[in-house]
T-cell receptor, first 113, second 112 residues
Framework: AQSVTQPDIHITVSEGASLELRCNYS??????LFWYVQSPGQGLQLLLK??????LVQGIKGFEAEFKRSQSSFNLRKPSVHWSDAAEYFC???????????FGQGTILTVHP | DAGVIQSPRHEVTEMGQEVTLRCKPI?????LFWYRQTMMRGLELLIY????????DSGMPEDRFSAKMPNASFSTLKIQPSEPRDSAVYFC??????????FGSGTRLTVV
């Protein structure tokens, strides 16, 4: 069975500081991995996705993520956080780019001015 | 493109009433998903369709829940009878091959 663990329920950073959100997955084959962001009262927006190839993927809004197969991890990073990045972030795993996804519990990001 | 359109945005109903949530996927997308989001359980996949055919409904909590997709441009999720524990945000999403998912803005359901 596939699963995703996001160890941090809530993270607080100062504006301009760097950010890393952790994601560990369990999947029996080559995974498709995703990061989504959800602002209050909104749906989920895709930040980036990993299918194959280069293990460092770039996404929108200055985010990047690195796939580490040996650690079953797909951590999200941003070098300098903006106040507008405050939201909830979800990591997800699936067997294809378009099929069933399993989501982590989410990490709430608070940004202090 | 208008994206995935869900209606209503908010629904408040009394326990025992029937509730119908609606979704219009993006034109050309051949997969449609219904998810439920709660604080306790996070995002759960309820059911998904491929080319209007239900593929996996193992996430549907019980017989009170049913979903249909009569054509490529419309899907419904029905709860009958509704219970307070059904209160959640219900998301519809559609996808097509490598383009990945697009989520709707969700329907916030409150059953009192």
């Amino acid at each position: 069975a596939q699963s995703v663990t996001q160890p941090d329920i809530h993270i607080t950073v100062s504006e301009g500081a760097s950010l890393e959100l952790r994601c560990n997955y369990s999947y029996g084959a080559t995974p498709y991995l995703f990061w989504y962001v959800q602002s209050p009262g909104q749906g989920l927006q895709l930040l980036l996705k990993y299918f194959s190839g280069d293990t460092l993927v770039q996404g929108i809004k200055g985010f990047e993520a690195e796939f580490k197969r040996s650690q079953s991890s797909f951590n999200l990073r941003k070098p300098s956080v903006h106040w507008s990045d405050a939201a909830e972030y979800f990591c997800a795993v699936g067997g294809t780019s378009y099929g069933k996804l399993t989501f982590g519990q989410g990490t709430i990001l608070t940004v202090h001015p | 493109d208008a994206g995935v359109i869900q209606s209503p945005r908010h629904e408040v109903t009394e326990m025992g009433q029937e509730v119908t949530l609606r979704c219009k996927p993006i034109s050309g997308h051949d997969y449609l998903f219904w998810y439920r989001q709660t604080m306790m359980r996070g995002l759960e996949l309820l059911i998904y369709f491929n080319n209007n055919v239900p593929i996996d409904d193992s996430g549907m909590p019980e017989d009170r829940f049913s979903a249909k997709m009569p054509n490529a441009s419309f899907s419904t999720l029905k709860i009958q009878p509704s219970e307070p524990r059904d209160s959640a945000v219900y998301f519809c999403a559609s996808s097509f091959e490598t383009y990945g998912y697009t989520f709707g803005s969700g329907t916030r359901l409150t059953v009192v």
